[in-house]
């Protein structure tokens, strides 16, 4: 992960750490935090507590989203300090949920904007310069745009994946696919690494191919406190204790202390949190096979 991060990751960067509810890349985010990265514009359909992380830590000027919270919970307190400041320490850019999937498709298509209706009847364009209206060359009605989101960084959390970066997920999905197309660059990080023969023995669970990877992680437990389908459970526990632990600057700044900055990579991370592994490791439930003959 540190080398990863420390030779893909610059200042300046758009960085997408993406993931719907599981597969949310905490350590990745951490290794950021560690290596100290400055003014990155960070975009995500929800950010949650990875980003307040990371905000907190000072990695972030500018925030390109569709909802921000702790899931469940409530707010993001170092996001909201920092909105709320006066003059404000982020900048923001919102779209709705469906805006920012039209942002990374168009990106993954290597087009320049995406049409949708979904805005008809909102206030976001009004705090939004950049969703545009365009005229259908086929029907005259007037659409909404949005451009493409091309980042510089996506990364994405994965159940396995080869050597080569070829990537399984399977449980619920989000747009990682969308968004390591339209990235320029794009870590994946896993949970184990099998045999190539492994990934070609089930090919339609392959969501992103190896072409598309330039650097692959193995690390286990990566994506605590979210969850890994068939690997780990959500720390919802968890989650419910940021808000105490984040509310104030203090136990923030402690927190980052205590369990990015006092620890070396993500092993020490589980060696800090004793029992937390047979707590949420996930118990089997085998889905049915299938036949691929021929």
């Known amino acids: 992960m540190k080398e990863a991060v420390g030779s893909l990751v610059k200042d300046g960067d758009t960085v ?25 514009t960070l975009a995500r359909l929800t950010p949650d507590l990875i980003y307040d992380q990371l905000i907190a830590a000072g990695c972030a000027k500018k925030l390109v989203f569709s909802w921000a919270g702790n899931p469940g919970v409530g ?22 949920h469906f805006g920012m999937v ?15 209706r979904n805005y008809d009847g909102t ?7 950049r969703i545009k209206q365009v005229d259908c060359p086929f029907t005259g009605e007037k659409l909404a745009a949005v451009p493409a989101l091309r980042p510089d960084v996506t990364i994405v959390h994965a159940q396995r994946a080869d050597k080569n970066g070829n990537t399984q997920i399977w449980g619920l999905m989000g747009v990682q696919k969308e968004a390591a197309f339209a990235s320029k660059k794009v870590i994946v990080v896993v949970e184990e690494i099998v045999d190539e023969s492994v990934i070609r023995s089930d090919p339609n669970r392959t969501l992103i191919p190896g072409l598309q990877v330039d650097s692959v992680v193995l690390e286990p437990w990566g994506a605590h406190p979210s969850y890994a389908q068939g690997y780990y459970d959500r720390d919802n526990d968890f989650y419910v204790a940021w808000d105490k632990i984040a509310r104030e600057e203090a136990g923030l700044k402690k927190y980052l202390d205590e369990n990015v900055f006092g620890v ?15 707590r949420l490791k996930a118990k089997d439930l085998i889905c049915a096979g299938v036949n691929y003959g021929y």
């Open 75 to 96: 707010s993001l307190h170092a996001f909201r300090r920092a909105v709320e400041s006066k003059p404000p320490k982020l900048e923001l850019e919102e779209y709705s």
């Open 264 to 278: 070396k990579d993500r092993a020490g991370y589980m060696q800090k949190n004793p029992g937390l592994a047979e």
């Open 102 to 116: 039209a942002r990374l498709a168009a990106g993954s298509a290597n087009l320049p904007f995406w049409p949708l």
């Open 123 to 129: 206030d976001i364009p009004k705090a939004n310069a």
């Open 16 to 40: 997408v750490i993406e993931g719907f509810t599981h597969l949310i890349c905490f350590a990745a985010g951490h290794e950021i935090i560690r290596q100290g990265r400055k003014n990155l």
